[in-house]
């Protein structure tokens, strides 16, 4: 699977919309980009996922390039319930485990 | 519904006993994984069952590691003489296959330490 490439960290201030972008260059043709988030001491939720049209669901939009080799997972109107880890993710439609990097920490401030 | 549940919550055991950390599933889920989480890192993947399929096993650190999923259902991660590297939050999480891409269920987990 394509490895992918996030920023450390990230600031939010609540109710502003958070936008958190992964590179994933090496992506090939058959590779989704799915994004999960994992509040501290839980377990990962999932989120979204794509593969090349944009998607959105109730919880958040995920934009995908055209080249596809970058996303930026959108959270519209961020809460302190959503600071978290987030993860973005490449893998093949039917690979086995789910590899996750060290994602971006989010810490939505009042 | 109910979601994936997992027992215990924690384990404290000492260095070179055996552990079993146990996997409830969401029902009706044929896809079941178990991971495992160190301090402020991301998530391994150890091992994978789907079906009546023979597991992938190839995450798996060592063989003092094994797992079961009996009746398509529960799966059990067994440690064998444990050591402190193995302290972890271990994860399981279940999926529905339908022929394309899915998502993953994730437990609460286990905490793992062993002294």
């Known amino acids: 699977d394509a490895k992918t490439t996030q920023p450390t960290s990230m600031d939010c201030a609540e109710g502003r919309a958070a936008n958190l972008p992964c590179n994933h260059s090496?992506?090939?043709?058959?590779?989704?980009v799915y994004w999960y988030r994992q509040i501290h001491s839980q377990g990962p939720q999932y989120i979204i996922h794509?593969?090349?049209n944009n998607e959105t669901n109730e919880m958040a939009s995920l934009i995908i390039t055209e080249d596809r080799k970058s996303s930026t997972l959108i959270l519209p109107h961020a809460t302190l319930r959503d600071t978290a880890v987030y993860y973005c993710?490449?893998?093949?439609?039917?690979?086995?485990?789910?590899?996750f990097g060290a994602g971006t920490r989010l810490t939505v401030k009042p | 519904g109910a979601g994936v549940s997992q027992s215990p919550s924690n384990k404290v055991t000492e260095k070179g006993k055996d552990v079993e950390l146990r996997c409830d599933p969401i029902?009706?889920?044929?896809?079941l994984y178990w991971y495992r989480q160190s301090l402020g890192q991301g998530l391994e993947f150890l091992i994978y069952?789907?079906?009546?399929?023979?597991?992938?096993k190839s995450g798996l650190p060592s063989d003092r590691f094994s797992a079961e999923r009996t009746g398509g259902s529960v799966s059990t991660l067994t440690i064998q003489r444990t050591q402190q590297e193995d302290s972890a939050v271990y994860l399981c999480?279940?999926?529905?296959?339908?022929?394309?891409?899915?998502?993953?269920?994730f437990g609460p987990g286990t905490r793992l330490t062993v002294t």
């Open positions: 794509g593969l090349k």
């Open positions: 090496t992506i090939s043709g058959n590779e989704y």
């Open positions: 993710i490449v893998r093949k439609e039917n690979n086995n485990d789910m590899r």
């Open positions: 999480a279940s999926s529905h296959l339908a022929g394309g891409p899915y998502e993953q269920y």
């Open positions: 029902s009706g889920h044929t896809a």
């Open positions: 069952f789907q079906g009546n399929s023979a597991p992938d």
